[in-house]
């Protein structure tokens, strides 16, 4: 990477916030400590209940996981930074900040098409759920999507940082990210910021148009349920999944599909992206499912139990 660059380093900033380090520090620290435990939460409470070892379960300690290290690629270093400590960031690891975050972003991507597919099986096409949505298939399903992930985190971290960075090296987000290092490279950045906008669009894209037609097909398949608490059932077991793909794919097309974002918008989006969907998902899925709290309430129990003797 040194022979692509004249910098060694960057300085991260969320633009506009001076004077606020201390209460944003104190907020963000909530709401982080508060995704780490909602989501580890969920996660005890599948892996400890044997009636929710199911395939839509599965899908969801994977988000759990997903929703547990995507902030931490990005949060540990704001917090820092708004706590006082040294704003720099060394170029490999900008370079590997924007690899795990593309990453672990596309991963939450495909993994909420993957969670469409099976509750469009689960609702119209019942009978044969459990022959369709075998463990080898969820798993075969998983594996596929991690290698797209790969692929993608891998395009776009490669025509970032194979460009020089020679001039400015302040970092008008929080962490770094494509519309924020592109704008630093010494040489032209069309072919990049080309090739990127491409490589998200047409995921995102491709991912959002999968979850639109499972969620069309299922839609037509509660209207055509006869009595109204299965139309309600139906609806509730896919309500909490739709409100977490609004919260995932809003930022994306606010950020990477805009041609000229604005520096304090593009941090505000992000973090809403990166701190505040994460914790909204415990939420949603605990609070939603009856299965989930049932579970953790006998957790909780357990442990009460086992204190008090």
């Known amino acids: 990477m040194r022979n692509h660059t004249l910098l060694n380093e960057f300085i991260r900033g969320i633009p506009q916030t001076e004077g606020l380090e201390a209460v944003l520090c104190a907020v963000f620290s909530f709401i982080y400590l508060f995704t780490l435990l909602g989501n580890l939460l969920i996660l005890v409470a599948i892996v400890s209940s044997s009636t929710l070892h199911t395939s839509m379960y599965f899908f969801l300690g994977l988000l759990s996981i997903f929703d547990i290290l995507f902030p931490s690629v990005t ?62 298939v969820c798993v075969s399903l998983v ?10 985190a891998t395009i776009l971290t490669s025509f970032t940082f194979q460009l020089s960075y020679c001039g400015p090296n302040q970092v008008d987000y929080f962490f770094c990210d494509i519309p924020a ?4 490279a010494c040489t032209d950045s069309a072919l990049a910021q080309r090739v990127c906008s491409i490589n998200v669009g047409f995921l995102a894209l491709t991912l959002l148009i999968s979850v639109c037609v499972c969620y069309t097909r299922i839609g037509i ?89």
């Open 181 to 184: 290092v592109l704008p630093l």
């Open 75 to 136: 949060c540990p270093k704001m917090l820092l930074y708004l706590s006082g400590q040294n704003p720099v960031i060394s170029y490999k690891g900008c370079a590997s900040q924007l690899y795990f975050y593309h990453l672990l972003g596309s991963a939450e991507g495909c993994l909420y098409s993957v969670m469409s597919c099976d509750r469009f099986v689960a609702i119209c096409h019942p009978l044969r759920y459990m022959l369709i949505m075998k463990p080898e």
């Open 221 to 309: 398949a509660i209207l055509r349920i006869r009595s109204a608490e299965g139309r309600q059932k139906a609806f509730s077991t896919c309500s909490a999944h739709l409100i977490a793909i609004l919260c995932a794919y809003g930022p994306v097309i606010i950020i990477y599909l805009k041609s000229t974002p604005n520096p304090l918008l593009g941090a505000m989006v992000q973090i809403l992206n990166n701190i505040v969907s994460p914790m909204l998902n415990s939420l949603i899925y605990s609070l939603r499912n009856k299965e989930v709290k049932r579970s953790l309430k006998r957790v909780f129990r357990n442990v009460l139990l086992t204190v008090c003797e």
């Open 143 to 152: 594996v596929v999507a991690r290698l797209v992930d790969c692929l993608h």
